[in-house]
């Protein structure tokens, strides 16, 4: 049922632009050069009027200091399975939904071939950088200095959410490097 409901909000909230931002490592108890990253479900918690953007695709980035191109990636997120991490999850906040998202099986294999050569080289967990480049739209008008973003790593069958982004206000997300405002979704 979550699936479906999921589903049909991402229909409704179509068609966006990006909002740029590479963030480092998210807090928590995640070691970005061991744990494994290929497990990772990404919860967008959005105020409800704003979307991702189904069509764009959410950006996942992993960068080892030193690193050759394989362990400078830039993946696109797909949309995940619910059941992977509401578990982990608490309920929404009033006026608020979770958007999830996961790597595609190819690039699953492509960062743990990263991970497994930064961890040849002794590239510790301070060495990796991940980041999560929004793309929303808006589904009508918006107040960009009073809505918040948050963007979270889960790891299914942990507790804890490791933060990406913890309450930052449209606004802010709008001046960084890249961004654009954001269309309508259609």
Known sequence: MRILIAFALSLV?????TVGLNLGAPSGSLDASRDDLSSLVIAF?????????PTAGQLFTFDVANGGP???LRLTLEPADADL???SLPPPAEGRAYYLFDLKDADKLAIRAA???AQQRGVAASGVKLGIVPKLCNAGPY???AMTISV???VPGRTGLMPFLKDETLAHLLTQ????QMPACT
């Not at 909230?13 to 632009?17: N, P």
Request: net charge negative.
């Open 143 to 145: 107040d960009a200095n």
């Open 152 to 154: 979270f790593a889960v």
């Open 177 to 180: 490097p890249g961004s654009t």
């Open 13 to 17: 909230l179509a068609g966006c632009s």
């Open 70 to 72: 394989s362990e400078h």
């Open 85 to 87: 991490a509401m578990s």
């Open 115 to 117: 991970q497994a050569s």
């Open 45 to 53: 918690d959005l105020p409800r009027g704003l979307g991702p953007s």
